[in-house]
């Protein structure tokens, strides 16, 4: 099977702009994950969904948001871009219940 | 969520064993201990995980404390493609996934 594809893996963009993430999970995963990294706060938990659904949440403002698609495929959106928000975006699928997320190699933004 | 604490940095030679310590005092009953790697440049890539008893799998080995407020990792062998972040995460095993990242144990191994 495929591992978790990220797109795009690199992406400069402006203060102010708005920028959408793509991932798409390991073929039967319906479970996806996001998580920012950065190296002041380390890896952290931004939202996870299950079947189109959101189920868990992290402690990000509203300008981060995500769906899910019908094929399991997943967008997270960040609009109105600060400096802050440069960082290494993770996306990671898992089967069901399965124990062990599978990460993907992330997307780096960097916001100038 | 229950907080881990885990060294800094470790090193280690080429083909020792090394153990990798995670104290987390607060555990609850029902908190499954997982160890997550980050390869240089990579997403964190999952090792293992338990709940009581030790577990081994074909990349390390999982030693739970009795009392399940620590656990340690352990690679057999070292090798230099080990060298790596690693962390200790509870989590809690069902159909809810959060994963809560502490700083981990970055790992050197020596030729």
């Known amino acids: 099977k495929a591992g978790v594809t990220q797109t795009p893996r690199y992406l400069i963009k402006t203060r102010g702009q708005q920028v959408t993430l793509s991932c798409s999970p390991i073929?039967?995963?319906?479970?996806v994950s996001w998580y920012q990294q950065t190296p002041g706060q380390g890896l952290q938990f931004l939202f996870e969904?299950?079947?189109?659904?959101?189920?868990n949440k992290g402690n990000f403002p509203g300008r981060f948001s995500g769906r899910q698609f019908s094929n399991s495929r997943s967008e997270m959106n960040v609009s109105t871009l600060e400096l802050g928000d440069s960082a290494l975006y993770l996306c990671a699928s898992r089967e069901g219940d399965a124990p062990g997320e599978f990460f993907g190699p992330g997307t780096r933004l960097t916001v100038l | 969520d229950a907080k881990t604490t885990q060294p800094n940095s470790m090193e280690s030679n080429e083909e020792e064993p090394v153990h990798l310590p995670c104290n987390h005092s607060?555990?609850?009953?029902?908190?499954?201990i997982h160890w997550y790697r980050q390869l240089p440049s990579q997403g964190p890539e999952y090792v293992i995980h338990?709940?009581?008893s030790n577990v081994n799998n074909r990349m390390a080995s999982l030693a739970i404390a009795e009392d399940r407020k620590s656990s340690t990792l352990i690679l057999h062998r070292a090798t230099l493609r080990d060298a790596a972040v690693y962390y200790c995460i509870l989590n809690l095993l069902r159909n809810t996934d959060k994963l809560i990242f502490g700083t981990g144990t970055r790992l050197q191994v020596f030729p």
């Open positions: 338990g709940l009581t």
């Open positions: 073929s039967g995963h319906r479970s």
């Open positions: 969904y299950f079947s189109e659904t959101q189920r």
């Open positions: 607060t555990i609850s009953g029902t908190d499954y």
